[in-house]
Each structure stands twice: as C-alpha cells, then as structure tokens.
C-alpha cells in the first residue's frame, strides 16, 4: 500500500505538471500532496469506515458538518490499545498472491510469518499486483469469538528475523498495562494546569496563532481547502481507481473494492471506474516566465513555500543545512522524473559512550522513583487551590471534572459526554452534558 500511493502521488504529479506546465516543481509536489491526502480521507470515511462500523456506526458518524469546536476530536487512550486493535483479528494467516483471473500465482500463496522482512518476494515474484489482489479478492478472515488471532500473530510473529518469535497478543496485552495512562487534558489537570475546552486555551502552549488555525482545519472538506469544482471530483475518489492507476497491471476490480465479489461476473474493467478529473487543477498562465521548468525551484516558489508550508526561518535553516550535508547525499528515484534524495546515516558508535549513555539513564529512573516512593508515604494531598485533602477524599472540581486523593496524588477526571438523541441539545447550568429540551 507505501508503494501504491507513492505512484499515486507521481502520478498526479505529472498529470498536474502537464496541465500546469507554467507550475514549478514545488508547486506540482504540494498540491500532488494535498490531493493524496484528501483522496485517503475520502476513501476512509467514504468507503472503508461504514464496512466496520455498520449502519448504526455510520448514521452516528453522519456527514462532515463543517468544524465543531464541541465535538472532543481526541481518541482515548482505551480505543487506540485495545479497541483499535480489532484488525488484527482480520489479518488472514495466508498471504493470497492471485494471477489476473484471481487463480493462485506459479509461486503459490504465502504464509503471513513468510511475507515480514522479505521484500525480495515483492521484486522476484510478481512485483505487488498478486498481494493487492488477494487483499480486495479475497475475504478477510473470519472472525470467530474462539480464534481471534492466527498463530501467524502469536506463535511465528516476526520468526524470519528474530530468533524467537513475538506473541502479538501478549504484546497487545503488555501494552494495555503500558498505557494506562488519562489523556491530555486529563492529565493536563492532574499536572495542575489549566483545564483546555478549546484551541486558544493552549495558546501558552502553542503560542502562534497561525497553527492554532491550521489544527480546526484539518480536513478536506473545509472551506478554502479545494474549489466546489475539486471537491466535486474528489468525490469520485476510490481504492479501485487507485488500484487501477497504480498496480503494476491491474485491468480489473470490482465497483467496491471493500466488499467481495464473484469473478468475473462482478468485476468492472477498470476504464468503468470513476476518475478524478484533475482538468479542474488546471489554472490561467498568469506567469508563463518558468514555464515548462517545474522542476526548478525558483526564488518565487522558495518564498510561496516558506509563507504556506513552514514554520517561521524554517528556510533558511533548511537550506543551510542541505548546503553543509550536500557531499553526504545520494539521489535514487522510480525513474527518471522522480529524484528523491536520501541521505546517508551513519550508525557506529563507540560502546564506552554508549555505555555511558545507559548509566546515565538508569541513575535519572532511579531517582524518579524515589521522588514517586516519597510521594506514595504522604498521607494526604494538595489540591491546585492550595486546598488541602485526606486520602480517598473525592470532589467535584468543576461540573466536568471529578477529583480523587489517591496515594499522596490528585486524579482529576474529566467525564466524556455521550451523543445526544437530539438534533439541538442544551447545555444547563450545574450539569456536565447537554440535555434535550421536550
């Protein structure tokens, strides 16, 4: 999937260079960029998203309204190590590899223990079009309440590299107790700072207005983001037409890439799926001066791309930079219109310093956990008024937050709201969440 929307993103770019031929290159990779980025957030909520959560998930979801400062975009910590791991239950212990019919490569299917750590598979038999197609050919595996995870994930795990092999099950468990953990706000609270309800509240945090404002616009269909007329093609966006564009020889797939269907009855051509029209990219020559030199960067463009991608003298550090590693660089690319530079790493190190390092280390964790010990022996705590409190002692901090003294430490925990069954909820005074008004 790396590979494929790598060629997607050159793919427009040379679409756009074409019909922009005025552009420079620095412009043709920033909107390639943008558009790459509102292709995958289409595509997710679009397309993937109402195939896991189903109808229910999907009518609660509903369409992008535009931004909400109300609506709590965070994803708790419980989500994101337990509840997001239910991919891993669909993860198939064979790695299907089929022909352009759907029939079984001359290399045969692979076990998923087999496909980690060999990228040699990829160049030496079949490039990526036989693993994409098994991905959208075959179904993912089923989800049995008795076998959730393949053996492939909890006894051969990562066995081609390592000499004992990783238990991804008890990694997951292992990482449960790792994270637990409240989220930022919360732990903003027990931090004893201010409690955070939107983006200027963190202005001592981030401190330039400029990115509080790109962090409510993250999203691609905002306004300003694209024109109607984009925004209208963007929509046509699909993992098929993806595929089509991007495989190394992919001439069929079904309408919905996310949904099984039967060979060939259900498979489209791929000149049957809906293209993104990036016609409406095309823009007056108001400058023609560069035209046809795109892949110069040029004073302009230097100066556009420090205005609207960077962080203040983030430019000139950039470039002074790039002119002091310049003999430390080596340029390699897919072909010859796409030149990517990769810098060496250099990875020795001398043992002593490392060593050292360690040391250094351990005595700093040594000492937080004396901090930590001292800490757990008081009897009491201080709340952030100066307000002092027994241990066990609960209040309420505010109509949201609700506060304990628990081993010499304040835990404040600020309650998360459930969706209201109403189109217009109302917020009244001494309670956390909106009610709904008869």
């Not at 706000?185 to 990115?211: A, G, M, P």
């Not at 930079?321 to 080596?330: A, F, G, V």
């Not at 309650?415 to 217009?424: K, L, Q």
Request: hydrophobic letters at 35%.
């Amino acid at each position: 999937m790396h590979t494929l929307w790598f060629r997607e993103h050159n793919r427009l770019a040379r679409e756009l260079s074409a019909l922009n031929p005025h552009w420079d290159g620095d412009t043709v990779y920033q909107e390639a960029r943008k558009i790459v980025g509102a292709e995958l957030q289409h595509i997710t909520y679009s397309h993937w998203l109402p195939k896991v959560l189903g109808d229910p998930g999907t009518r609660m979801l509903r369409g992008y309204r535009g931004y909400n400062p109300n609506v709590n975009a965070g994803i708790i910590n419980s989500f994101a190590t337990a509840a997001f791991r239910f991919g891993h239950i669909l993860i198939n212990p064979i790695l299907y590899r089929l022909n352009d019919t759907l029939g079984e490569i001359s290399e045969g299917h692979l076990p998923f223990n087999k496909a980690l750590f060999s990228p040699s598979r990829i160049i030496k038999e079949g490039g990526i079009d036989p693993v994409l197609r098994g991905l959208f050919g075959v179904a993912a595996k089923w989800r049995a309440t008795s076998y959730l995870l393949s053996l492939e994930l909890t006894q051969r795990l990562f066995s081609a590299a390592y000499s004992a092999a990783v238990d991804s099950a008890a990694t997951i468990i292992q990482r449960g107790r790792d994270h637990g953990i409240p989220p930022y706000v919360d732990f903003r609270v027990f931090c004893n700072l201010t409690s955070v309800k939107n983006f200027e509240d963190l202005q001592n945090e981030i401190k330039d207005s400029e990115i509080r404002q790109k962090l409510r616009k993250f999203w691609y269909e905002n306004p300003g983001v694209f024109t109607p007329a984009q925004l209208t093609q963007l929509k046509q966006a699909s993992l098929g037409r993806v595929l089509c564009d991007n495989g190394d020889s992919i001439q069929q797939v079904q309408a919905d890439v996310f949904v099984k269907a039967e060979y060939p009855q259900d498979y489209l051509s791929c000149s049957e799926i809906p293209k993104v029209d990036l016609r409406v990219w095309q823009d007056c020559c108001a400058d023609c001066r560069s035209r046809g030199q795109f892949r110069e960067v040029t004073q302009e463009s230097q100066k556009k791309r420090s205005a609207r991608n960077n962080y203040p003298d983030e430019k000139d550090m950039e470039l002074s930079h790039l002119r002091s590693r310049q003999q430390d660089k080596i340029y390699v690319g897919e072909d010859a219109r796409n030149v990517t530079v990769l810098e060496k790493t250099k990875f020795s190190q001398d043992f002593s310093t490392f060593a050292a390092e360690i040391q250094e280390t351990i005595t700093a964790l040594r000492e937080q956990i004396n901090k930590l010990e001292a800490r757990l022996r008081q009897a009491g705590c201080t709340d952030v008024k100066g307000v002092p409190r027994k241990a066990e002692e609960r209040w309420m901090k505010e109509d949201c937050t609700h506060c304990v003294c628990e081993s010499g430490q304040v835990t404040c925990v600020v309650e998360i709201c459930p969706p209201a069954p109403c189109p217009s909820p109302e917020l009244v005074k001494g309670t956390c969440c909106p009610v709904c008004r008869d």
